[in-house]
């Protein structure tokens, strides 16, 4: 059975860090492309960064230069550190993990960027 659970979601101020983790188990962690997608109310869900098997990342404009993508292939876990958190950045974050035919999909966190 394959899981993806996201963790690490919270509130935080404008101008702070969180940092998401995806645990993922049930697959062949370190041949999937891993990605971080985010869903605000009322909006379509957006991808907001990346993660090749072959540890290229991609970036929207978006969050280029305050978002970084990780993975650590030996513990099945994939990362996002964000960084100068806008209130624009307010989502449920989702995980997701591609090969070939498989797309799998975490429940979400909650991201709340508010003073």
């Known amino acids: 059975q394959v899981q993806l659970v996201e963790s690490g979601g919270g509130l935080v101020q404008p101008g702070g860090s969180l940092r998401l983790s995806c645990a993922a188990s049930g697959i062949a962690f370190g041949i999937y492309t891993m990605d971080w997608y985010r869903q605000a109310p009322g909006k379509e869900r957006e991808l907001v960064a990346s993660l090749s098997s072959g540890g290229r990342a991609e970036y929207p404009d978006s969050v280029k230069g305050r978002f970084t993508i990780s993975r650590d292939n030996a513990k099945n876990t994939m990362y996002l550190q964000m960084d100068s958190l806008k209130p624009e950045d307010t989502a449920v974050y989702y995980c997701?993990?591609?090969?070939?035919?498989?797309?799998?999909w975490g429940q979400g966190t909650q991201v709340t960027v508010s003073s």
């Open positions: 997701n993990a591609r090969f070939w035919k498989n797309d799998f």
